[in-house]
């Protein structure tokens, strides 16, 4: 084995020495001008024995040898260090490697180089070297049961809320509950929960606004502290109307984007405002940038405004809510008897057919993830989901009876597919707890659910809660401990024939 | 001893590009070392069936219908009596596919084994593990591949590459590079004189060429296809800071495709119009005639299995900048190249690198020219195939062939010199994966079946035998500059 690998090299080199009777005598350190190995293969990673892979047998079996690869657990196998012997062939002239150069023994060092004629033959497979930049795994991270069994609640709130969205039409078409009286009960939760949602929201942002307010108090205490009353400027005191202009032009320095820090802090006198302005400046930057513009001007006492602009700025998004809320209550009371007669002339076991798929296709391609490092990415799929939600309740509410079914199904549809998944996210970031308990209560219900329209009766709604609470608990444990008992067949296999991933710095200017 | 041999792929001229003229180069050398080479290949437009190009090569423009840029659909088992029919009429001994993605090259491999002849496969490029395309093609490979007498790849990262995709013996994979015909790709200052000068011919005497000053113009080629995987972003993203690093420097892009709108609009948005030639798509044989207008040869890819317009840059006399991916680290000795992760920043350190480099006039690119001449040539790459010949054919024994590195765990396998033996083949198909070990052995049968019949339908007696292109002797070894035909 050549030197360089012995960091890594409790490893018995595999080889005979006299197969490659240069190697244990090279002398040559890895020079700074040897070509060095890819970037992304670079010796930081973990190595492994290369034994293994380099004993395995002929006809190479590729899963049986990474299964012996991973049962001697490694997450990166076989990544060999760098060959160091090439520097004595790149300070050669080429002219002197010909069959002349390479004579200096018969078989000379091996050279994974395609340029040097060498006397191996061409299907020369030399151990050492072959697939040494193979890694398999590098990215690998295994799962948990709990913490899966945990992020799995995520999907089995929507399959059931789907479910309770299906039983619910099946309970229309079949007469046995009123639309209205689904529609009523869907609204009612749909406000709770845009109260609850609501209220987070401005929770949040209060936060938000006492951190920045709580700076700027100090600010305006510390700034203050020099002289006299400057929150009440009544101009007694000789410097008052300085301080107050000082005070004035600091808050509008703190809104504005911070060009004027610097002349600012040399306007005053003693170090430490200074030093509260640079340290209140961000923060209360990217405050006005999230509240509305009107906090923007300038104002003696900032406290006050401020809350109330963001009371008024809530109220106005909550006038906005209620305000789309109408005009789609009243769109969909406009499009209703449209939609009614929508599939008139086809068959409804077609109908029954498209929902179908449009529900399994609206499960599939829901967004589960938590929204937080969601980016661009998935906001397509999301919105194919919703889409193909609101098409299936659509097709769905073609075969009621009245008008005022289809507009009910329809509304009930934007709730649960258009709204509750919002409102569930948000819960999910909230609160651990009601999120389980949320979750506890759909399975209940959309069982119950099922139960009823199987069977008919409360005694049936309580078996099928039961039994559907019992199904879920056993899917939810079966499939994540199916998906972690998976996880051993996981082969990815990287190495240098696989296209780079380029790194570029956007720098649009 | 001459073998007769058909080459089969999809590709080949009139459409033009890298397999292509792998496979036309290759030929016409083994037609100089005495064998007969045809070249089976599907009709393009305006070119159906059979030709005759220089020196006797035979091809046949066989009608199939093609689905993707010049790759023919797939029907396994529709190809083999018009086949049969050729190999029977020419005597043919060798089968050799070229390229993965050549549908007709996997059904020719099946079919000439079902006829008890021998076969090599050629590898032209990498494939991932990771998407589906890749595994499918990877299935695919293997299908080819189970069966194969002998596969030869361009470099030791595509050797392993197709190892592992197709699960082979290595020892049943070779490595041989492609080549440049460096005639056709001399430096300016060589024009005159290269004719005339052997390859041996003692270039320390030769005047240096007139120095770079540090005020001169150092002129950047990029000629590729402007693709992703050519790293055309890379390119796009660092030609501004180049140049913005390096005052009197140019660049020269030849080549089309899908990114070229990027690349016009950056040079639209940082307005390098004078500073950047656009020369759109360029005819191979107009390749270096950009070239020898530039000293540097940037080459941004993000995957290339060898890469052989380096080389014809270098050949060119060009200093080489290229990402540091795939086979391309194999290619050329470290003193014509600069190599750069598929970075934008490291790129641009290892183009400016490369402009001081040239600059303080530390690079004699005045002899890269002789130096390829040395390193890369159809004729050595004929030489290595026949070799690969004489070893499936038996003509060098098994143990020279695969020679015997005891003790090194390769040495396990006696199935090397793959039997015609139905069973055996079944064996070796049945291996291939839970499904498709049954697919391709159902496949296999199948195709014996056709075999069988069309032995019975078509009998070979019936089949004429086409005369062979009256052979010249074979080249000599006195015979000494490369592809010299060219010259006489």
Redesign the interface.
Known sequence: MISPTSPTSPVPPP??VD?HPNRASDTNPPGP?R?P???RLAPEDAYFAHSLS?????????EDGLRSLRAADSGVATLLPPRSNLND??RKD??KI?PAGSRRRRKGVWK??????QSY?????D?E???D??QRNPRVRPYDFWPLVADSTVIVQHVCSVVIFICCFVGIVQDRVSPVSIVCWGSVGTAIGWILWDNWIWEEQTELARNLVGVKGGDDESSSSSVTSAPHPSGHDPQSTGLKADTIHGLGLSMSPSAHHKEDVSHLTSDEPGAFYGIADPASHSAASFLSPSTRVPHADVPVIERASLFSSRNRQRLSTVKSAFLIYFSLLGLSPILKSLTKSTASDSIWALSCWLLIMNIFSFDYGSGEGAGDTTKFPASLSTNAAVMASTVLASRLPSTTHVFSLMLFSMEVFGLFPIFRRQLRQKSWTGHVLLTLALVMIAGGAVGTTLGGGWGSAVIGSFLGSLLTAFAMGGCSWWLISLQKYKN??I???????????RH?N | MPYNIAMVSDFFFPQSGGIESHIYQLSSKLIDRGHKVIIITHAYKGRTGVRYLTNGLKIYHVPFFVIYRETTFPTVFSFFPIFRNIVIREQIEIVHGHASLSSFCGEAILHARTMGLRTVFTDHSLFGFADAASILTNKLLKFTLSDVDHAICVSHTCKENTVLRASLDPLMVSVIPNAVVAENFRPLSNDSRAADQGAMSPVDQRPQPAPIGPDDTITIVVISRLFYNKGTDLLIAAIPRILALNPNTRFIIAGSGPKAIDLEQMLERNVLQDKVEMLGSVRHEEVRDVMVRGHIYLHPSLTEAFGTVIVEAASCGLYVVCTRVGGIPEVLPQHMTTFAKPEEDDLVVATSKAIAALRSNKVRTDRFHDQVKMMYSWRDVAERTERVYKGITGDISPEEFYGSYPGQGWEVSGDRVRSFALIDRLKRYYGCGVWAGKLFCFCVVIDFLIYVFLEMWFPRANIDIARSWPRKPPADKSHSSNGGRRDQ
Request: overall charge positive.
């Open positions: 080889v005979p197969t001008d070509i190995d890819p970037d380099r004993v395995r047998s002929v006809p190479l079996n590729y062939v790149t080429v002219r010909g994974k180089l395609l340029w040097v004629k033959p061409d299907n020369y497979t151990t070297t072959f697939l930049h193979l990815v296999v190495g240098p024939w696989d296209p780079a991933r380029p790194i570029i710095r649009w």
